[in-house]
C-alpha cells in the first residue's frame, strides 16, 4: 500500500472540489445529528489517556482548552468540571444544541461555537490544549491540509493536543501493526510544521463498549514554533 493511499482516513466518496466537499461534510454532519438514533459516536466516556495526560502534567494542569468537533462535548464537560476554560466547537448545531442541554447545569459553562474548522478559524482565538476524538478522521482528504492550518491557528506557542482516530476500516485488515504505522506516519506527515509527534499508542474509541471494540489509535503532539 502506498504512503498516499488515504483510504484508511476516509471513504473516497467525496467530491474534488473543495467547496462542495465542505458543503456535503456539514450536510452529512447535520443530518447525522438530528437523526438522534445513528449517534453512536456520542456519549463516550472521557479517554483515559486524557485523563493521564493531566496527571501525568503534559497536559497543563489548568488554562483554554478546545474540544474540537465536540459532538455532546463529554470532553470538554469534563475539563470544564476541573476549572479550565473549556470550549467546544462543532460543524453541526444540532450537536451544540444537544451538548448545551446535557452540560447546562456545570457550575463553569463550556463556551459554544458553531464552525466549520475546515473553511473557519476563530479570529484572536488561541487554546493550550486541543483534543480531537473522531473528527479529524473523517475530515475530506482534500480538506485534511486547511483543516490542520486553522486548528494550528488556534494553537497557543506551547499549546499541546491529542488526537484520537479510528485505526479500523472498512473490509479486513491483515496486518495491525502497519495499519497502526500507516496511520502513524500519516499524522506526522500532515502536522508537519506545525505539531510534532511525541507518541502513538493502540487504543479503542468506545472503552465503555467492550462487546464491540472499534480499535483506534491515540497521539500526543506538541505545537511547534
Ligand atoms: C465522530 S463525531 C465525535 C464527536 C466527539 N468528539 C466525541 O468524541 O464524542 C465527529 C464530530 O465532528 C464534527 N465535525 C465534523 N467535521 C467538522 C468540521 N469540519 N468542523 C467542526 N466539526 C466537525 C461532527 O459534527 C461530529 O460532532
Redesign the pocket.
Known amino acids: 500500500m502506498s504512503n498516499s493511499d488515504l483510504s484508511f482516513v476516509n471513504r473516497r466518496d467525496w467530491p474534488s472540489d473543495k467547496e462542495e466537499a465542505?458543503q456535503l461534510?456539514?450536510a452529512r454532519?447535520d443530518y447525522?445529528?438530528i437523526s438522534a438514533s445513528d449517534a453512536r459516536?456520542?456519549?463516550?466516556p472521557t479517554p483515559t489517556e486524557v485523563i493521564d495526560a493531566v496527571a501525568s502534567g503534559w497536559l497543563p494542569k489548568s488554562g483554554r482548552m478546545l474540544?474540537?468537533?465536540?459532538?455532546?462535548?463529554?470532553?470538554a464537560a469534563w475539563f470544564a468540571e476541573r476549572g479550565y476554560e473549556a470550549t467546544g466547537?462543532?460543524?453541526?448545531q444540532g450537536?451544540l444544541d444537544q451538548a448545551a442541554k446535557r452540560h447546562a447545569d456545570l457550575s463553569r459553562p463550556i463556551e459554544f461555537i458553531a464552525?466549520?474548522?475546515?473553511?473557519q478559524t476563530l479570529p484572536g482565538r488561541t487554546f493550550d490544549i486541543l483534543i480531537?476524538?473522531?473528527?479529524l478522521h473523517?475530515?475530506p482528504e482534500n480538506?485534511v491540509a486547511d483543516?490542520v492550518r486553522n486548528i494550528a491557528s488556534l494553537a497557543a506557542p506551547d499549546a499541546r493536543m491529542m488526537l484520537?482516530m479510528k485505526a479500523f476500516r472498512e473490509g479486513p485488515v491483515s496486518d495491525l501493526l502497519e495499519e497502526m504505522e500507516l496511520r502513524t506516519d500519516w499524522v506526522r506527515r500532515i502536522f508537519a510544521g506545525h505539531f510534532a509527534l511525541e507518541r502513538a499508542l493502540p487504543t479503542f474509541l468506545n472503552p465503555d463498549n467492550p462487546k464491540f471494540p472499534l480499535p483506534g489509535m491515540a497521539f500526543w503532539l506538541s505545537r511547534t514554533p
Do not use: P, S
Request: aromatic fraction near 14%; charge should be negative; proline fraction near 0%.
Open positions: 465542505a461534510l456539514k454532519w447525522r445529528w459516536w456520542a456519549d463516550r474540544d474540537l468537533g465536540c459532538g455532546t462535548a463529554e470532553i466547537v462543532d460543524i453541526a450537536a464552525a466549520d474548522l475546515c473553511t480531537d476524538r473522531g473528527c473523517q475530515i480538506l483543516y484520537f
